[in-house]
């Protein structure tokens, strides 16, 4: 067995974009992916459900539980969670990906949308990891790996969409909190953050960003895939960045995660 061959990996929002791509990447070791998203049926605008999903990821060579979950709710998570653990026989990895984003000002955000960021984003990191810290201590290798940035406290990151940043923190210091909280248990938690934008359809419909001037999910993918097969108790506490983490393993050459091949690609939020 090598990489991820027979672990169990609880993602959220795999359906598509970097949740997808990350478990497609564990899928090639011959991982089993539980598919936690809310898209059980065909969207209007997204394209791939859970379904979708998991059929990608049995022709990658992993196997798949594709199960409709909203993470908002906490009897959803748990029963996801139970049934997971109970198909695979335990769960060895969760993978925070799910989240919503607004990149609205104050007076630009209706509650409805801040309650769906903070739900989502905060809250929903938060409950999936508490839900699935009991049976990460039974793994051998266990981790919890979140997408979200690194803590810089300035104002410049907060002022054009105060309520996107404050629920992308909120992912943040669970990862800063719980790493901590559960160092001497051997879980690992770190976060993943990319350096330029990356190019999925959810970001296509963000007006003003130009998509085509980022990177494939692939870098993340390969990125987690390299944190999630280090040591848990020697990796932990990290607020890594794709290219580093890439880099570190020996991997300098990025030109075929660049969507348009030669373009100056677009910074990503909250990296100087």
Not at 10 to 18: D, H, K, L, M
Not at 209 to 238: E, Q
Not at 245 to 263: H, K
């Amino acid at each position: 067995m090598t990489g991820l061959a027979g672990k169990t990996l609880f993602i959220t929002g795999a359906s598509r974009g970097i949740g997808l791509a990350i478990a497609l990447r564990a899928a090639r070791d011959g991982a089993n992916i539980i598919i936690a998203a809310k898209t059980d049926t065909p969207h209007p605008k997204l394209p791939g459900t859970i379904h979708t999903a998991a059929a990608e990821i049995q022709a990658a060579g992993g196997q798949a539980l594709p199960l409709a979950v909203d993470i908002r709710y906490e009897d959803q998570v748990r029963a996801a969670v139970e049934r997971g653990a109970k198909h695979f026989g335990g769960i060895d990895i969760l993978v925070n990906n799910a989240s919503a984003i607004s990149l609205t000002g104050t007076l630009d955000t209706p509650m409805k949308r801040f309650d769906l960021m903070m739900g989502v984003n905060t809250r929903g990191t938060y409950l999936c990891s508490q839900v699935c810290i009991p049976y990460l201590l039974k793994a051998a290798n266990p981790h919890i790996l979140t997408l979200s940035p690194p803590l810089h406290m300035r104002a410049k990151w907060f002022a054009g969409h105060v309520a996107y940043t404050m629920a992308k923190y909120g992912m943040s210091m669970c990862v800063l909190g719980m790493a901590e909280e559960f160092r001497r248990k051997g879980i690992a938690v770190n976060a993943l953050w990319p350096r330029t934008i990356i190019s999925t359809v959810a970001l296509q419909v963000i007006p003003g960003i130009d998509a085509s001037l980022g990177r494939t999910p692939d870098i993340m993918a390969d990125a987690a895939w390299h944190i999630l097969t280090s040591n848990s108790r020697t990796t932990t506490g990290n607020f890594f960045i794709d290219d580093e983490v890439l880099a570190a393993a020996g991997v300098t050459d990025l030109s075929r995660y660049a969507v348009t091949p030669g373009a100056e690609l677009l910074p990503d939020l909250f990296l100087d």
